[in-house]
């Protein structure tokens, strides 16, 4: 490091950087990244020494107090000009770099020979035999200057503990296998993304471990759905809203598709889509004007749609990818957003595949596609039609959405039962009651009488987990005005 500094100082100071040839100024910022790289690393591991020596039950004797400071937070920040973020940031950094052995472990500091790593002495080893395995892979990539302290925090707070606890029946050294061997993918991929694609990429890789915990982060969010709407003191109208994973994914496709033109194609050749683009660069319009505009449209068309004709056979925008075995074994997986990867709760797959249909398709064991199949079981708008002129809407409990509101509910789970898309097999249900049925574990059966041929719908919740009592199902009724007797 020591000569990455000299080299950085001496092109610095040949005279005005932007009289430097490029060669000169891109080795400078190679060799001013590295300086940066190892001493964020210092800075770290010192600030949590401080953190340490700050500690509460020192009182008045303590580091921080010493200096005239509430805290060691407080002081770090006021000597370093840094954000509070940016210090409990590096005193995380710190504290895995220390471990949890306490002071006396403070990297070598900077290293006499330039590429020599600093830190990888045997004084930072602490507890790393105690460390779990994925931990310990982190804290060599920072010390060995593979990673920045940034795609350090990126990768150890995007993947976070392993739920040993949420998996107690299984084996608990499984998890933490899994964790080091995704990590280690991570730490090849770290060179490559951004610190956000990074850290967006650990989500996604800790998700497809712990399907358990995407069900309840779901639902922790979906139970946070809220839209709150006041005027402030001078006049203006305002909203705010909280989403839920899916709605964001509709957000997202809807503000796509009001940019789209905007952002323009990657590709153009003379003429149309290069004049569209031009077209959309006069509009005066900003980006998030453009987007309002376009949600408020939806708004007011959904609003003027005939409450009692349902929406097309095919929900546009979002799509989700989702393994066939995730569908049939219990807790195998999650499902995916095509666009991000962001990944969804089983559930939330089961209803898509209710509501919108899915396209099979095979692949080998080495991912590659081999077949792509056909739509499957998707009820056209006429059936939607004939489900809504039967049902009158939402069939769950009190519920009254009307049908416009509707997705339509496929009674047989289409992985389950291969059979006929049929009207009689489809129920209508408003995105809450559905999403809750699939959430539940919860079936709709049809029972036909044996005589007359009159279908009935009934609400079979699943057997209780405990128990195994299964509770006894629930009729469901129309909402149709042709339930009354016409004269
Ligand atoms: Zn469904
Ligand atoms: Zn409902």
Partial sequence: MASAVARVSRSAGRGPLDALDDETLVSLIADAAEVRKNVDLVLAAAAAVVDQRSDRDRGTAGLARRNGHRSATSLLQSMTGQSRSDVTRALRTGRDLLGEAGEGLLPAGGAATDGSPIGTGDRLSGDRDAAPRWRTLLRTALTEGRITTAQHEAIRVGMGDPPVDRYADCDPAVLP???????????????????????????????????????????????????????????????HLTLDDESAAWIDAIGDAALRPRRGPRFVDAGGPAAETASAARDPRSNEQLQYDLVMAVLRVGAAVDPNQAFGDRQPGVRVIVESTVLTQEDAGVAHLEDGGDTLPRHVAEKYLCDAGARVITTDVRGRPLDVGREQRTF????????????????????????????????????????????????????????????????????????????????????????????????????????????
Wanted: glycine letters at 8%; aromatic letters at 8%; charged letters at 30%.
């Fill in 177 to 239: 296998a899994a964790w080091a061997r995704s990590t280690e993918t991570l730490l090849e991929d770290a060179g490559e993304l951004s610190v956000e694609d990074l850290r967006h990429a650990a989500r996604i890789a800790r998700d497809r471990l712990d399907p358990r915990g995407v069900t309840l982060r779901f639902d922790e969010r979906f139970a946070a759905r809220s839209f709150r709407r006041w005027a402030d003191a001078a006049g203006q109208q305002h909203a």
């Fill in 380 to 487: 056209t708008p006429k059936q939607r039609v004939a489900i809504s002129v039967r049902d009158g809407g939402c069939v769950g409990r009190g519920c009254s959405a009307p049908p416009s509101w509707c997705e339509i509910h496929h009674i047989d789970h289409w992985y389950e039962h291969h059979g006929r898309t049929d009207v009689d097999d489809g129920v209508p249900l408003c995105r809450f009651h559905h999403l809750d049925l699939h959430n539940r574990g919860a079936r709709i059966v049809r029972r036909r009488h044996p005589q007359s041929g009159v279908d009935t719908y009934w609400w079979q919740e699943p057997a209780d987990r405990t128990t195994g009592v299964i509770p006894p199902p629930e009729r469901l009724r129309s909402r149709s005005p042709r339930r009354f007797e016409a004269a």
